[in-house]
């Protein structure tokens, strides 16, 4: 079974600084790959995705992912946080099947 | 609005009651996926469905937990003789189609005295 590894589970950031989230996957196959953004008291929201192409994805509100297939990797990169990036992170898969394979989520706090 | 709707948002319910939730996908999806949340951790799938079939129902946890989508639209998850291990966050995603992005609604919170 696949398996997403969120490495980093709380993270404390002050403004400005640069961000970068770890998540490491355990399917070796073609995967489509997704980072969701869960605002306080908000539902998941889509910050971008990868299914094939350019292995660097540029999402919403200036945030990029890099896909390194070698690495199993689909880290998340932000190069200044702002106070409202304040949220929870998720990284997710999903291979052959339809579902998706969430990773444990980062809760980021940026100290304005 | 066009986001898929859940209710109710809250359900508190004793040990041994049945609940049933329910989930409005965005017009015109064709995939819907449960997922069942538990307090500090992601999203874990439940089951699938594409139009009214129920495609997948490998991550239901028991036979307790039952889900439908008659018309292919709304889809309820029902829970018998609830315990208080069923206590979490259920979200329910749609999509246009297999393997696009899902879209999420706010979940249910449900808590088993």
């Known amino acids: 079974a696949q398996s997403v590894s969120q490495h980093n589970h709380h993270v404390i950031l002050s403004e400005a600084a640069s961000l970068e989230l770890g998540c490491n996957y355990s399917?070796?196959?073609?995967?489509?790959l997704f980072w969701y953004v869960q605002y306080p008291g908000q539902h998941l929201q889509l910050l971008l995705k990868y299914f094939s192409g350019d292995p660097l994805v540029k999402g919403i509100k200036g945030f990029e992912a890099e896909f390194i297939k070698s690495k199993f990797s689909f880290n998340l990169r932000k190069p200044s946080v702002q106070w409202s990036d304040t949220a929870e992170y998720f990284c997710?898969?999903?291979?052959?099947?339809?579902?998706?394979?969430f990773g444990g989520g980062t809760r980021l706090m940026v100290k304005p | 609005g066009a986001g898929v709707s859940q209710s109710p948002r809250y359900k508190v319910a004793k040990r041994g009651q049945d609940v049933a939730l329910r989930c409005d996908p965005i017009s015109g999806h064709v995939s819907l996926f449960w997922y069942q949340q538990a307090l500090g951790q992601g999203p874990e799938f439940l089951t699938y469905f594409q139009n009214e079939a129920q495609l997948d129902k490998s991550g239901l946890p028991s036979d307790r937990f039952f889900a439908e989508r008659p018309e292919g639209s709304v889809s309820t998850l029902k829970i018998q003789r609830t315990q208080q291990e069923d206590s979490a966050v259920y979200l329910c995603?749609?999509?246009?189609?297999?393997?696009?992005?899902?879209?999420f609604g706010d979940g249910t919170r449900l808590s088993i005295l």
């Open positions: 399917y070796g196959g073609t995967v489509n």
């Open positions: 995603a749609s999509s246009l189609a297999v393997r696009e992005a899902q879209h």
């Open positions: 997710a898969v999903n291979n052959a099947g339809n579902m998706l394979t």
